[in-house]
């Protein structure tokens, strides 16, 4: 089975620069997560979808973070504007459903740099 | 030992040795467990679950461990190999205290090292 796909791997910016990042999920997966992970901590959930709907985004950073699940399938997360403390990596996970005892399948993780 | 800011606890074990990594939960609420495991530069990789149902659950050199009377959880790795070295993670999940939707909390992690 395909994995969770995530692009691009590495960003580096500047601050105050936009920036977007990609996750296609496992096909069928109805709930959809974006964690972002700063160096030497566990992931922190910036934002939960279940199909396109949101069902958690309380950490989100609403001011300079959106976030959108097309169609309940792909998703985008984007920064503008960027600040050096959004340097961290990006993981999208997905999940069969947040009501169902599975677990979550993460991408590779999209590593950002903001200079 | 205790993780303050970027300090991960580590674990350092011999190849070979058994490895136990330990977690302490917050939710008495939160009725499923997993263990992820994530090496550098990679997400991090499902290792085994359990539900609060159980107390015990074997997978291959995995155990995990539920007491839930302390909230506490541990992953038990036999004969610990080199490819084990990474970062732990436990994460809980039950409904928050509105009741409507599952929540997801990741511990800290625990970083273990295996020495050839």
């Known amino acids: 089975e395909a994995g969770v796909a995530q692009s691009p791997r590495y960003k580096i910016i500047e601050k105050r620069q936009s920036v977007a990042f990609w996750c296609n999920p496992i096909s069928g997966h109805a709930t959809l997560y974006w964690y972002q992970q700063i160096l030497g901590q566990g992931p922190k959930l910036l934002i939960q979808?279940?199909?396109?709907?949101?069902?958690?985004d309380s950490q989100l950073p609403k001011d300079r973070f959106s976030a959108e699940r097309l169609k309940g399938v792909d998703s985008t997360l984007k920064i503008q504007p960027a600040k050096l403390e959004d340097s961290a990596v990006y993981l999208c996970a997905s999940r069969l459903g947040a009501d169902i005892y599975t677990e979550a399948f993460f991408g590779q993780g999209t590593r950002l740099t903001v200079v | 030992g205790e993780s303050v800011g970027l300090h991960l606890p580590t674990l350092s074990v011999q190849e070979g040795d058994n490895s136990i990594i330990n977690c302490a939960y917050s939710n008495s609420a939160s009725d499923y467990f997993i263990w992820y495991k994530q090496e550098s530069g990679k997400g991090p990789q499902f290792i085994i679950d359990i539900r609060s149902n159980m107390d015990k659950r074997q997978g291959q050199r995995v155990t995990v461990l539920l007491n839930k009377t302390v909230k506490h959880l541990s992953l038990q790795i036999a004969a610990t190999q080199p490819g084990d070295s990474a970062v732990y993670f436990c994460a809980e999940e039950g409904y928050g205290s509105a009741g409507n939707n599952r929540k997801l909390i990741w511990g800290l992690g625990t970083s273990l090292a295996v020495n050839p």
């Open positions: 979808f279940q199909n396109n709907g949101v069902v958690d």
